[in-house]
């Protein structure tokens, strides 16, 4: 089993739509949680971390994460053209490790 | 602030030659990370250090490959020899687990690596 599993996609929702993106961990001791961005031929970049059990907002994300299920999303509201690109889940596991699930890809579709 | 540089951008080179990668973390980040990124596998750590000690390199596909941190402002990723499946994205990130970031890597442009 893999560390991280995301489901690679493409996930295509039309302009203005609520894009859900999943991912579940096998490593219980893991304590962080980050949703990176990357875009063809770029290098992928934070756009939004988690640390404990909720919901964590910022502008049109969401983070979800459930302990408990071993499990982390992220929401996008109004979902853009722009914000096609490739969604990387990733986890700290003990020591600092940061390991990667093969990401979901998106597609917005104007 | 300037952020995580690398070079080469591109490199192409022959199967049997030695490439080395470069990376400049961002200056006060103690954590230092390369990654290897391609299609099949998505991206691998490869090894990651701390205030310039390697602490966890069981990502290094085999002997081949090295990675040195002689001090807080450089890494070197060395291959040798080079093999065509080792044609790939290196990306190279730092971070800083203290404060509000904590565990937050920022990345570099990368270097992409064609052997032939």
């Known amino acids: 089993q893999k560390e991280v599993e995301q489901n690679s996609g493409p996930l295509s929702v039309p302009e203005g739509a609520i894009a859900s993106l999943n991912c579940t961990y096998s490593?219980?001791?893991?304590?962080?949680f980050f949703w990176y961005r990357q875009y063809s031929g770029k290098s992928p970049e934070l756009i939004m971390s988690?640390?404990?059990?909720g919901d964590k907002e910022d502008g049109r994300f969401t983070a979800q994460l459930n302990k408990a299920s071993q499990y982390v999303s992220l929401l996008i509201r109004d979902s853009q053209p722009s914000d096609s690109a490739t969604y990387l889940c990733?986890?700290?596991?003990?020591?600092?490790?940061?390991?990667f699930g093969a990401g979901t890809r998106l597609f917005v579709k104007a | 602030d300037a952020g995580v540089i690398q070079s080469p951008r591109h490199e192409v080179t022959e199967m049997g030659q030695e490439v080395t990668l470069r990376c400049k973390p961002i200056s006060g980040h103690d954590y230092l990370f390369w990654y290897r990124q391609t299609m099949m596998r998505g991206l691998e750590l490869l090894i990651y250090f701390n205030n310039n000690v390697p602490i966890d390199d069981s990502g290094m596909p085999e002997d081949r490959f090295s990675a040195k941190m002689p001090n807080a402002s450089f890494s070197t990723l060395k291959i040798q020899p080079s093999e065509p499946r080792d044609s790939a994205v290196y990306f190279c990130a730092s971070s800083s687990f203290s404060g509000r970031a904590s565990g937050e890597l920022f990345f570099g442009e990368g270097s992409r690596l064609t052997v032939l």
């Open positions: 490593d219980r001791v893991s304590q962080s």
């Open positions: 990733a986890l700290n596991t003990g020591g600092f490790k940061t390991i």
């Open positions: 988690i640390y404990s059990n």
